[in-house]
């Protein structure tokens, strides 16, 4: 019974995770010149720099989170069935709650990610799975097999890829 709900799991998260795959692309508009800046700005008493103190460094994009971007928006996409508790982008700590599947009402699991690296690569994952069966009015925790963990690692690592491709290509 257990290995079956495992198995239904990790096929369950496998297909979300595929099914989140999105092969449309979306074109921005191109990037303003120098000029074409400047000539937005007529007009404007101060310009669009009004009420700054110092330059914006040309690099400068706003803030931006402490983890790659892929694998956050991949990991919240995977795990978007599972209610959150905690999602810190700075951080890159992902806690959900726990989740009770519907076909197996006596069992629940909660899954804690943590994005290690600003870099995509499956070492910058640090995933772990908690399940419990109630039994005897209460949760007792179960082990969680390492082939569920991998599944789920690398569904998110998929994820991240087809994320960071369509964003080259668009």
């Not at 496998?14 to 007529?42: H, I, V």
């Not at 694998?71 to 726990?98: C, H, K, M, N």
């Not at 963990?149 to 491709?165: C, F, G």
Request: charged share 25%; net charge positive.
């Amino acid at each position: 019974m257990r290995r079956k709900s495992l198995f239904c799991l990790s096929v369950s998260l496998l297909s979300l995770a595929l099914a989140g795959c999105d092969t449309t692309s979306k074109k921005e508009a191109p990037p303003m010149s120098a000029e074409e800046n400047r000539k937005k700005g007529f007009g404007k008493l101060f310009g669009d720099d009004a009420l700054t103190f110092g330059k914006k460094s040309k690099n400068e994009q706003g803030v931006a989170i402490g983890v790659n971007s892929f694998l956050w928006r991949a990991t919240l996409d995977v795990l978007s069935f599972l209610p959150l508790i905690q999602a810190d982008p700075f951080g890159g700590v992902i806690i959900t709650d726990w989740y009770t599947p519907p076909s197996v009402p006596n069992e629940r699991f909660k899954v804690d990610v943590l994005i290690l690296d600003p870099q995509l690569r499956s070492d910058a994952l640090r995933i772990s799975i908690f399940h419990q069966i109630h039994k005897e009015g209460t949760w007792k925790e179960v082990p969680v097999e390492a082939v569920v963990i991998n599944d789920l690692e690398e569904a998110i690592l998929l994820k991240a890829r087809h994320l960071r491709i369509s964003s080259l290509n668009s």
